[in-house]
């Protein structure tokens, strides 16, 4: 009977992948412009590129450089129009580190 619940609760661990997905989201908001970023972005909605660039106050350059690590954590996602890209949040993943799931990887079962 132990055993079968070892076996049971390590199927149910984390794998090394999860962490190191955490740990890429966790890094990309340890910034305070890409937080800046992501809160804009929920007041806004969708936004274009070159109207980040204003409401951020940031050179083309580094903006690419945030939101390219934001993407890269898929915290935000990016859709084409014409020629313009627009940015908006990752609701999903975004209430996935908010929710409680995260939060039992830290938390001893009682």
């Not at 079968?4 to 412009?33: C, G, H, M, V, W």
Request: with cysteine.
């Amino acid at each position: 009977m132990e055993l079968e619940i070892n076996q049971q609760s390590s199927a149910n661990s984390p794998n090394e992948q999860t962490f190191e997905r955490y740990a890429t989201q966790f890094k990309a908001l340890s910034d305070a412009r890409r937080l800046k970023l992501m809160h804009e972005l929920t007041l806004k909605g969708e936004v274009c590129v070159c109207d980040l660039s204003s409401i951020m106050d940031l050179p083309q350059s580094k903006l690419s450089y945030h939101l390219k690590l934001l993407m890269d954590a898929e915290l935000i996602t990016r859709t084409k129009h014409g020629t313009w890209h627009y940015y908006q949040l990752n609701e999903e993943t975004v209430n996935h580190l908010l929710s409680p799931e995260l939060c039992c990887l830290f938390r001893p079962s009682r």
